[in-house]
């Protein structure tokens, strides 16, 4: 049950799905994989909604270079906290009412099972296809929802996987582009395609919208334009 609190809370969103919808955010539980700058706008909206709880999984520690885009993360915690505890202190204050979990480290054949064995829905906010891949064996195994995104300079993709009725992400990019050490980035493309993430995961925790399955949303910022891609 949602507490006064919450109602209050939660209002104007309650206005749009019912409380209904609001008591299903609040059981959820949502694995943030990728604490920078994706990850950064997706648990803070995912916050924001009062999603009950949060799971936050990346292994690096914040760089300055990082603060153009990753903005749960601030100058005193350069080269001090790791990641997943950086932003749980900052979301904690921002709403009191939700849990965040942390995992510092990398995902594995060896451990994905137990860190994720509870979530509901999975986002991947990474920057490499390699534990890409392995997120959707997973997802798929366990018949888990996966909100897929991925930026570099002023572009930006979202699309996501439900297993059993979309094509998995191995399938729709079999052949992953190289991994760039360092690759441009301006950090609103990392904001609008984390938000775009973070109402995906809102729309299949509450069932409201349709979310993008077997769909890729293209995003050119540089441009003004958005397209939407089938993948049937």
């Excluded at 995912?46 to 903005?71: K, Y």
């Excluded at 296809?129 to 798929?140: G, I, P, S, V």
């Amino acid at each position: 049950m949602l507490t006064e609190r919450e109602l209050e809370r939660y209002d104007r969103q309650i206005r749009i799905f019912g409380v209904e919808g609001q008591e299903k955010l609040k059981k959820a539980k949502v694995a943030v994989v990728g604490v920078g700058g994706l990850g950064s706008p997706v648990a803070y909206y995912l916050a924001a909604a009062g999603v009950g709880t949060l799971l936050l999984i990346d292994e690096q520690i914040p760089e300055l270079s990082n603060l153009n885009r990753q903005i749960l993360h601030w100058e005193e915690d350069i080269d001090k906290n790791p990641k997943p505890p950086s932003a749980k202190w900052k979301l904690e204050r921002f709403n009191s009412d939700i849990k965040v979990e942390t995992f510092v480290g990398k995902l594995t054949k060896e451990n994905i099972e137990e860190i994720l064995a509870d979530v509901d829905v999975i986002v991947d906010c990474l920057d490499n296809f390699e534990t890409r891949y392995l997120l959707d064996e997973f997802a798929h195994k366990r018949g888990i929802p996966l909100v897929h995104g991925a930026v570099e300079g002023m572009f930006g993709q979202v699309t996501t996987i439900i297993p059993g009725k979309t094509k998995c992400l191995r399938e729709i990019f079999p052949k992953p582009p190289k991994k760039k050490e360092k690759f441009p980035i301006l950090g609103a493309t990392a904001g609008v395609i984390g938000t775009i993430q973070a109402a995906e995961v809102i729309k299949l925790i509450t069932g409201y919208g349709e979310p993008l399955a077997n769909k890729l949303l293209i995003v050119d910022l540089a441009h003004g334009s958005f397209e939407v891609l089938n993948l049937d």
